[in-house]
């Protein structure tokens, strides 16, 4: 039976990217490979560049240009005038009203661990978006083990219903040459992602000005992302500390490449791209006991209660300073890495699509 297969494509099209849009992006490119029968219409609010994804036949592109609340009104409009058999939403929130079945991926669910971290209207949207989607998806991709208990822990949302996901990341280009940065000169300790509370900039600024008072020759500690929601200048403010702002996908290889460490312990992650990233780069990583981050990183990474500023300051010393561990966890973050690929991810998404689009 072949099938037609809606997709929200709306994320892809934007210029700066965060964790949501590089999955929606990366998913959608692996689907269209992996697909061999089915019809894959793709959505767009804006219109996409012409080789934003692989040319097959089997690709209708869809442009639906709305101003606002597209998804709920543009977008759930065009799947009652067409009608799918399944319609796929990589990012949370499916429309309101729309016919049929429906598969959702729900990346996280911090804003209910750490709801003064996300704006008050931020943090309703999502959790009435991400309740109804919970309920009105017949399957949701689950970024995370993690995600997927929190969905059952706050949404009473049924266990069948919720298949555990990993996403991956794609191997970065590793240019020879650095952006032009005062900054990294020299090995430094790198952060990336957006500069927010949930992050744990604080704590990561804190451990490194104590590291910095005892150890011998210090690296840099260079913070890469855009500033985020409740971002407080006094995160980046000391001897040694750097922020770069947002990082193009193009300088991000060569960034990790050449860190000494990737310093990552954060409050909660849906999945931690970065974790896999610094990994994929030959970069030892430093994360948090909490969350899906054990489960990206495994045995492969230092691991710290990432509200515990002491055991933090003890593994940047440690990464600092001993280059057999430095060497071993280089070696073992390869190997992890190399377990996660989009592949994968597209067959067990494209095996998920038929069988709810299939179902009577």
């Known amino acids: 039976?072949?099938?037609?297969?809606?997709?929200?494509?709306?994320?892809?099209?934007?210029?700066?990217?965060?964790?949501?849009?590089?999955?929606?992006?990366?998913?959608?490119?692996?689907?269209?490979?992996?697909?061999?029968?089915?019809?894959?219409?793709?959505?767009?609010?804006?219109?996409?560049?012409?080789?934003?994804?692989?040319?097959?036949?089997?690709?209708?592109?869809?442009?639906?240009?709305?101003?606002?609340?597209?998804?709920?009104?543009?977008?759930?409009?065009?799947?009652?005038?067409?009608?799918?058999?399944?319609?796929?939403?990589?990012?949370?929130?499916?429309?309101?009203?729309?016919?049929?079945?429906?598969?959702?991926?729900?990346?996280?669910?911090?804003?209910?661990?750490?709801?003064?971290?996300?704006?008050?209207?931020?943090?309703?949207?999502?959790?009435?978006?991400?309740?109804?989607?919970?309920?009105?998806?017949?399957?949701?991709?689950?970024?995370?083990?993690?995600?997927?208990?929190?969905?059952?822990?706050?949404?009473?949302?049924?266990?069948?219903?919720?298949?555990?996901?990993?996403?991956?990341?794609?191997?970065?280009?590793?240019?020879p040459v650095l952006p032009n940065h005062p900054a990294l000169k020299d090995p430094y300790f790198l952060f990336i992602s957006t500069l927010q509370p949930r992050k744990n900039i604080a704590t990561i600024t804190e451990a490194y000005r104590q590291f910095r008072k005892t150890a011998k020759n210090p690296p840099n500690l260079v913070l890469a992302g855009a500033k985020g929601w409740l971002f407080d200048e006094a995160w980046i403010q000391g001897e040694g500390i750097h922020h770069l702002g947002y990082i193009n996908e193009a300088d991000k290889g060569a960034l990790y490449a050449h860190a000494r460490a990737l310093v990552f312990p954060s409050l909660y992650e849906g999945f931690g791209f970065p974790i896999l990233e610094a990994m994929m780069c030959g970069t030892p990583v430093i994360t948090s006991t909490t969350s899906s981050c054990p489960e990206v990183a495994g045995d492969s990474a230092l691991l710290v209660n990432p509200t515990n500023t002491d055991e933090l300051v003890q593994a940047i010393h440690r990464l600092h300073n001993d280059e057999v561990l430095w060497a071993d966890l280089r070696d073992k973050g390869y190997k992890q890495a190399g377990q996660f690929s989009w592949e994968r991810t597209a067959q067990q998404t494209l095996a998920i699509l038929e069988k709810v689009g299939m179902k009577k």
């Open 1 to 175: 039976m072949t099938l037609r297969i809606a997709i929200d494509a709306s994320k892809t099209t934007l210029a700066k990217t965060t964790g949501t849009e590089y999955y929606a992006r990366a998913l959608i490119n692996a689907l269209i490979r992996a697909n061999t029968r089915h019809e894959l219409h793709l959505y767009f609010r804006d219109e996409p560049p012409a080789d934003l994804f692989p040319q097959s036949p089997l690709v209708h592109y869809h442009v639906i240009p709305f101003k606002r609340i597209w998804t709920h009104l543009r977008f759930g409009w065009e799947l009652w005038r067409t009608r799918p058999d399944v319609t796929f939403v990589p990012a949370h929130t499916l429309p309101f009203f729309f016919p049929k079945r429906a598969v959702v991926t729900v990346h996280d669910l911090g804003y209910k661990h750490f709801p003064h971290a996300h704006p008050a209207r931020g943090r309703f949207y999502l959790d009435m978006t991400t309740r109804y989607s919970a309920w009105r998806a017949q399957s949701i991709l689950a970024d995370s083990r993690a995600t997927a208990d929190d969905l059952t822990r706050f949404y009473h949302t049924s266990a069948d219903k919720i298949a555990v996901v990993y996403p991956a990341v794609h191997g970065l280009e590793i240019a």
